[in-house]
């Protein structure tokens, strides 16, 4: 629990917003549940796997939260759903870069983000090889969604928590890619480009911003122009200028040293 943490990464965890997923007890569908919580699991699962951004009555996947309804499919499967449609692709696939979109799976299904390079670069293969659908179900059908959710419990934010056999690191990852209770993963402040993809490379924790401090001001005349010019290279409070090339001595792999590259 977060409760057993340092007092210093405590600080951070309260500065940056996380007490309210530690205090919101997870979500589960009970066998007998009534018409009002099934709507409670609905409702949990869009918000989760889309990041916290809004959707509109007409996007929702009705033929899907009917059978969850019936009780023709577990909230598993209704995750799965909603990971593999076209609301997700259109929102985190095709808008996205190769690796923000693997990231983002980590933190919609998993409630993590990924730990190293080598995690990060297994999933760039299955998505090579396998494709969307492998991709997706490569989460829901892992023994750690089984072991963490089970069927019946709508995946949540917990990296956050210490974890046995998880990297410490993973807390500092996981406050890039979850800043706050109210922020969405489809705000143009998080952009489409990986927000973890340096640390991942170097094996470096990722920094934690506290969210009241104000951006860094732009001094350098390149950075000035760069983002006049809406230039890839002003990117997040912890890599705000994108390396020509990657570190040295660092293995990327060539999916990855593709990906890096464009």
Known sequence: MISNLPPSVLGKASELGISLFEETA????????????????IRAVYRQVLGNAHIMESERLTVPESQLRNGE??????????????LYQNRFFYNCSQLRFIELNFKHLLGRAPESHEELSLHVQILDEGGYLSEIDSYLNSDEYLDAFGENIVPYYRGYKTQTGKKVVGFSHLFQLLRGSCSS???????????????????????????SLPPTPLTDTQQLIAKALGLKAYRSVSDQITPSAPPKDVDLGPALQEQYQA
Request: glycine share 4%; aromatic share 4%.
């Open 26 to 41: 997870p979500i589960q569908q009970s066998v007998n549940a009534s018409s009002e919580e099934v709507e409670g699991v």
């Open 73 to 86: 499919i577990t909230v598993r499967e209704f995750v799965r759903h909603v990971a593999q449609s076209e």
């Open 185 to 211: 993963d489809l705000s143009s402040f998080v952009g489409t480009n990986s927000r973890l993809q340096r640390s991942l490379l170097t094996n470096q924790p990722s920094a934690m911003v506290p969210l």
